[in-house]
C-alpha cells in the first residue's frame, strides 16, 4: 500500500447535501465501520459546532466506533472575518469535537471573497493562517480544502496561490483543489494541479463535483499531475450531480494505474460495501454504476457471448472478482446458443452439448420477447422455461383453475376503493377456495394466492414482494395496450432475490402471471418437495 496516498471519504458529509438523503446519527454511524472496512485512511463526519446532528455524531463516534483504518476528520471554516480563530465558536467546536484531523474550507476565489464573504483578499488570507495555525497549536492535523480554487485560479491565478500558500505556510499538511462548480476537463485539471504543485511544492489534492461529467476523469487526471490525496463519495452521492465516485476513482487507481491505496482487502469488498450504503441511505444502487453496478459485467449480445464462452477477457475490461463483483448472462431477443449456454452454466445448468435443447431455448426466448416478454431482468421466469424445456415438465406446485377480481367503491366516495379477489385452484390433493382482500386489484390477488397455498406450502410466508414495475409495451392502443409487470421477491429467511415477468393484455393477467412463477419459483429455490 502506498502510505503516501491519501483516500478521503466524504460520504458522511458532502454526500448527504445530495436532495433526498437524510441521514440520521445512527445511520452515520452504521455507515463509518463500512467505509472503514472499505480501507480508506479518512472518514469525513460532518460540521460539528454548526449542524447540531454532527456534534452528537463525533461524541457518540469518540465512544462507539472502533476504526482500524480510518480516522475522523471534523469539516469547518475558517474564523469568520474580525474574529480571532480562538474566540471563534465553530473553530472552537471543532478542537471540542475532538477529531484529530480537521479540515477546513476557505475561499481561494477573489470574487468570493468580496461578494460572498465581503471582506478584504487580505483579510481573507489572514482568516486561513490563524485558523489553521490556532488548530496546528492545539495538537491537530489540518488539510485545507480550498474552495473553488479551479474556478479562482482561472479568474486570478496570483491570489489563488496565495492562498494555497498561505495555508502550506500555516501548517496545513494537504490543500485539496476543489472543483466546486464541477465544470473542469481534465486537460485544464491536470495543467492546474501541474502548476500549483510546482509552485508551491506542497502536498495537493482533489475534490471533483460530476457537474460536467468528468468527477472521476478529473480526479484521476489530478493524480497523473501529482496530486496525493483523493476526496470523494461512495457511490457518487452528493448535490446536484454528485461528487466523484470515489469506488470507480480507487478502482480505477488500483486496477488502472497500479496504485496501491486501499489498506486491507477493501477492494475485494468494494461492491458489497456499496450495496450496504445504498441499503442505510434508502437510496436504490444504480445497475450500471462502474465496477459495483448490478451491470457492470453483464453481457447480453450473443456475438459477445460467444467470445466471452471462449475467453471472458475478450469483452471485459477487468476482472469482476477484483471488486467483488461477478459477471453475468442475459438472456434477450439478442441471445444466441452460447449466451444460453453461459447463463445454464451460472444457474448451475450443465447444456454442454445438448444442441437441440439449446436451440429451443433460443427460438423459445426470442418468440416470447417478440409478445413483450425480458428475461434480461427476469432471471427466476428464464429458469422455469429452461427447467420446463430440460425436464419436459415446468415445476407445478399447484395448477390455477380460475380467478376473479372485484374492485369496489362507495357511492359517492371514490376515495373508498378497495379490491377483493378469488381464486380457485388445486394445492396438493386438494381445491382450494381463497379470497383476499387488498387496497388494489394486484394486492388482492397476491393475498388470495398466498392464502390458497399457505396451508400446504407455509414457506410462502417468508416470501416478500419487494418491487413492483409497470410497462406499457404498445402504447398506441391506449387502453388497450399490452402491458408488462415485472415482479421483484424476497425470501426473508435467506435474504435471496429474485425477478419474475408477465405480459397480458392487461396489468392484472400481467401481474398475476408473474405472482405465479415468483412463488413456484421461491418454492423451488427453497428446495420444497411437491406435495401433490
Known amino acids: 500500500m502506498d502510505t503516501t496516498f491519501d483516500v478521503y471519504d466524504t460520504t458522511l458529509r458532502d454526500g448527504a447535501q445530495q436532495e433526498g438523503m437524510n441521514l440520521s446519527v445512527a445511520d452515520k454511524l452504521a455507515i463509518a465501520p463500512l467505509l472503514d472496512e472499505l480501507g480508506v485512511g479518512f472518514i469525513e463526519g460532518g460540521w460539528p459546532g454548526a449542524i447540531p446532528k454532527d456534534t452528537e455524531f463525533f461524541k457518540r463516534a469518540d465512544k462507539e466506533l472502533d476504526l482500524t483504518h480510518a480516522e475522523l476528520a471534523a469539516f469547518g471554516a475558517t474564523r469568520k472575518a474580525g474574529v480571532r480563530a480562538s474566540q471563534d465558536e465553530q473553530v472552537r467546536a471543532l478542537v471540542d469535537s475532538e477529531a484529530s484531523v480537521i479540515t477546513l474550507v476557505a475561499k481561494s476565489d477573489i470574487r468570493h471573497v468580496e461578494r460572498a464573504l465581503r471582506?478584504?483578499?487580505?483579510?481573507?488570507?489572514?482568516?486561513?493562517?490563524?485558523?489553521?495555525?490556532?488548530?496546528?497549536?492545539?495538537?491537530?492535523?489540518?488539510?485545507?480544502?480550498?474552495?473553488?480554487?479551479?474556478?479562482?485560479?482561472?479568474?486570478?491565478?496570483?491570489?489563488?496561490?496565495?492562498?494555497?500558500?498561505?495555508?502550506?505556510?500555516?501548517g496545513a499538511e494537504c490543500v485539496v483543489l476543489c472543483d466546486t462548480n464541477g465544470g473542469m476537463l481534465p486537460e485544464g485539471v491536470h495543467e492546474i494541479v501541474a502548476a500549483v504543485g510546482a509552485a508551491t511544492g506542497g502536498r495537493l489534492g482533489i475534490h471533483a463535483h460530476n457537474d460536467s461529467g468528468c468527477a472521476v476523469a478529473n480526479s484521476l487526471a489530478a493524480v497523473s499531475a501529482g496530486a496525493v490525496h483523493v476526496q470523494g463519495t461512495i457511490n457518487g452521492y452528493g448535490e446536484r450531480t454528485g461528487n466523484a465516485d470515489l469506488l470507480t476513482v480507487l478502482a480505477n487507481l488500483e486496477l488502472?494505474?497500479?496504485?496501491?491505496?486501499?489498506?486491507?482487502?477493501?477492494?475485494?469488498?468494494?461492491?458489497?460495501?456499496?450495496?450496504?450504503?445504498?441499503?442505510?441511505?434508502?437510496?436504490?444502487?444504480?445497475?450500471?454504476?462502474?465496477?459495483?453496478?448490478?451491470?457492470?459485467?453483464?453481457?447480453?449480445?450473443?456475438?459477445?457471448?460467444?467470445?466471452?464462452?471462449?475467453?471472458?477477457?475478450?469483452?471485459?475490461?477487468?476482472?469482476?472478482?477484483?471488486?467483488?463483483?461477478?459477471?453475468?448472462?442475459?438472456?434477450s431477443d439478442m441471445a444466441g446458443r452460447a449466451s444460453i449456454e453461459l447463463k445454464g452454466r451460472e444457474l448451475g445448468i450443465d447444456l454442454t452439448g445438448k444442441g437441440e435443447l439449446l436451440g429451443r431455448v433460443t427460438n423459445r426466448v426470442k418468440d416470447a420477447e417478440a409478445q413483450g416478454y425480458t428475461y434480461d431482468a427476469a432471471d427466476a421466469s428464464f429458469e422455469l422455461l429452461l427447467r420446463e424445456e430440460l425436464d419436459g415438465l415446468r415445476p407445478a406446485f399447484f395448477t390455477t383453475e380460475s380467478w376473479r377480481v372485484f374492485v369496489h367503491t362507495a357511492p359517492g366516495d371514490p376515495t373508498t376503493a378497495s379490491s377483493e379477489a378469488t381464486v380457485k385452484?388445486?394445492?396438493?390433493?386438494?381445491?382450494?377456495?381463497?379470497?383476499?382482500?387488498?387496497?388494489?386489484?394486484?394486492?388482492a390477488l397476491d393475498h388470495a394466492l398466498r392464502k390458497a397455498v399457505a396451508p400446504t406450502y407455509p414457506e410462502v410466508d417468508r416470501f416478500e414482494l419487494i418491487d413492483f414495475k409497470v410497462r406499457i409495451l404498445d402504447t398506441q392502443h391506449g387502453t388497450d395496450a399490452t402491458t408488462r409487470v415485472l415482479v421483484e421477491t424476497k425470501d426473508s429467511d435467506s435474504e435471496a432475490t429474485w425477478s419474475t415477468v408477465g405480459v397480458g393484455p392487461n396489468i392484472v393477467e400481467a401481474s398475476w402471471e408473474a405472482l405465479v412463477d415468483s412463488v413456484v419459483f421461491g418454492l423451488m429455490r427453497a428446495g420444497v418437495a411437491n406435495r401433490s
Not at 482487502?265 to 468494494?270: P, S
Not at 466471452?308 to 467483488?324: N, R
Not at 377456495?433 to 388494489?440: K, V
Open 425 to 443: 385452484m388445486h394445492v396438493g390433493e386438494e381445491r382450494v377456495i381463497a379470497t383476499g382482500e387488498g387496497n388494489g386489484p394486484v394486492n
Open 256 to 331: 488502472k494505474m497500479g496504485r496501491r491505496t486501499l489498506a486491507g482487502e477493501g477492494l475485494r469488498d468494494m461492491t458489497r460495501i456499496a450495496h450496504a450504503i445504498s441499503e442505510i441511505t434508502n437510496i436504490a444502487p444504480f445497475a450500471r454504476q462502474p465496477y459495483v453496478g448490478a451491470s457492470a459485467f453483464a453481457h447480453k449480445a450473443g456475438l459477445h457471448a460467444s467470445a466471452i464462452k471462449v475467453d471472458p477477457d475478450l469483452y471485459q475490461h477487468a476482472d469482476p472478482m477484483a471488486v467483488g463483483n461477478d459477471m453475468r448472462m442475459l438472456v
Open 119 to 170: 471582506t478584504t483578499g487580505e483579510e481573507n488570507l489572514a482568516m486561513i493562517r490563524d485558523t489553521v495555525a490556532f488548530l496546528r497549536e492545539q495538537g491537530r492535523r489540518v488539510i485545507l480544502d480550498a474552495e473553488h480554487f479551479f474556478d479562482g485560479y482561472l479568474f486570478d491565478r496570483d491570489y489563488a496561490l496565495r492562498a494555497a500558500e498561505t495555508a502550506f505556510e500555516a
